[in-house]
């Protein structure tokens, strides 16, 4: 049945995802979390909301116009999936806000597979990516992404690997500029101190560290496998699908560098794992298991959003 529903891309699918997150959404943090919001505020959480459910457009556009999967909508149903299944990034607007603008940067990364506008599109990734640094200092590591992204694409055009620099760059003078201006340049050395200290409080907590390993190694072995599978794919493709599981990696480590008792930055990962795990759903020839899997898929992340819920 999830395989019917979800196994094209349709309308119906966007509305099933969009209005159960937009529910879901309400429910935890004014209900579960009880949030008081004034007037301003709610504003402020509408359009942060407005936001996180773009992304689910985002989302599905990256993978259907560069062609990572196939013509279904296994990805967002993932994608939200892993929100249920973190549902604390729902209350931290930094994790939305910068894996909004992450996307747009691995938007533009994936679809150098063109080979066209190369340095446009570098130059725009690192411009988001920047963007992004400004609400987890940890994710400038991304920068990383996109000098790999130009190893794999154009390593002997030595202008490619200037861009990135020249984009870093602009976005630091365009923003120290802003804040001199308001006065406040000491934001860009408080925010940016990219310190090594690991939240041993979060990850002390068995549950934390238990589901983040286990989300971890899940993904990771599904992208392992898919890849075994995935061998006869064209050498664009492949490229794309490694470009894809450095980016998960990446992301957890932000996460790890990030994650708090009230920063949950893990939501930068869920792209890469999301595709990871579509494409090991479609490597799969028996529509029995495919469809067991799937509907585990939908069932698991509200029994482990419900069992936290006792537990806690």
Same mark, same amino acid.
């Given at each position: 049945?999830?395989?019917?529903?979800?196994?094209?891309?349709?309308?119906?699918?966007?509305? @099933? #995802?969009?209005?159960?997150?937009?529910?879901?959404?309400?429910?935890?943090?004014?209900?579960?979390?009880?949030?008081?919001?004034?007037?301003?505020?709610?504003?402020?959480?509408?359009?942060?909301?407005?936001? &996180? &459910?773009?992304?689910?457009?985002?989302?599905?556009?990256?993978? $259907?116009?560069?062609?990572?999967?196939?013509?279904? *909508?296994?990805?967002?149903?993932?994608?939200?999936?892993?929100? +249920?299944?973190?549902?604390? +990034?729902?209350?931290?607007?930094? *994790?939305?806000?910068?894996?909004?603008?992450?996307?747009?940067?691995?938007?533009?990364?994936?679809?150098?597979?063109?080979?066209?506008?190369? $340095? &446009?599109?570098?130059?725009?990734?690192?411009?988001?990516?920047?963007?992004?640094?400004?609400?987890?200092?940890?994710?400038?590591?991304?920068?990383?992404?996109?000098?790999?992204?130009?190893? %794999?694409?154009?390593?002997?055009?030595?202008?490619?690997?200037?861009?990135?620099?020249?984009?870093?760059?602009?976005?630091?003078?365009?923003?120290? !500029?802003?804040?001199?201006?308001?006065?406040?340049?000491?934001?860009?050395?408080?925010?940016?101190?990219?310190?090594?200290?690991?939240?041993?409080?979060?990850?002390?907590?068995? *549950?934390? !560290?238990?589901?983040?390993?286990?989300?971890?190694? @899940?993904?990771? %072995?599904?992208? %392992?496998?898919?890849? #075994? $599978?995935?061998?006869?794919?064209?050498?664009? $493709?492949?490229?794309?699908?490694?470009?894809?599981?450095?980016?998960?990696?990446?992301?957890?480590? /932000?996460? +790890?560098?990030?994650?708090?008792?009230? *920063?949950?930055?893990?939501?930068?990962?869920?792209?890469?794992?999301? @595709?990871?795990?579509?494409?090991?759903?479609?490597?799969?020839?028996?529509?029995? @298991?495919?469809?067991?899997?799937?509907?585990?898929? /939908?069932?698991?992340? #509200?029994?482990?959003?419900?069992?936290?819920?006792?537990?806690?």
């Amino acid at each position: 049945m999830i395989s019917n529903i979800f196994g094209k891309t349709k309308p119906i699918n966007y509305i @099933i #995802l969009l209005g159960f997150l937009f529910t879901f959404y309400w429910i935890l943090v004014l209900l579960v979390y009880q949030n008081a919001y004034t007037p301003e505020g709610l504003v402020v959480q509408i359009v942060i909301l407005a936001i &996180l &459910l773009f992304g689910i457009f985002v989302v599905n556009f990256i993978v $259907k116009r560069n062609q990572i999967t196939g013509t279904n *909508a296994y990805t967002i149903l993932f994608y939200v999936g892993l929100i +249920v299944v973190f549902s604390d +990034v729902l209350t931290d607007n930094n *994790a939305i806000l910068c894996g909004f603008f992450l996307l747009l940067a691995h938007r533009r990364l994936i679809s150098l597979r063109s080979l066209k506008d190369t $340095k &446009l599109k570098l130059f725009d990734a690192t411009l988001w990516t920047g963007v992004s640094s400004f609400f987890y200092d940890w994710a400038l590591l991304y920068i990383l992404l996109i000098f790999i992204a130009i190893y %794999f694409y154009e390593p002997k055009n030595i202008r490619n690997w200037l861009v990135p620099l020249l984009g870093v760059c602009a976005v630091g003078i365009i923003v120290y !500029s802003i804040l001199i201006l308001l006065d406040k340049e000491y934001l860009f050395t408080e925010h940016y101190t990219l310190s090594l200290d690991f939240n041993t409080t979060f990850y002390a907590y068995w *549950a934390n !560290s238990t589901k983040l390993f286990i989300y971890a190694m @899940i993904t990771l %072995f599904t992208g %392992f496998w898919a890849f #075994l $599978k995935l061998g006869k794919l064209g050498t664009g $493709k492949l490229i794309t699908m490694r470009l894809i599981a450095i980016s998960f990696v990446i992301g957890l480590l /932000v996460t +790890v560098l990030e994650t708090s008792t009230t *920063a949950f930055p893990i939501l930068v990962t869920f792209l890469p794992a999301s @595709i990871l795990l579509t494409k090991y759903i479609e490597v799969i020839k028996k529509a029995n @298991i495919k469809e067991m899997l799937l509907i585990a898929s /939908v069932v698991l992340p #509200l029994v482990i959003f419900i069992t936290e819920l006792i537990i806690k």
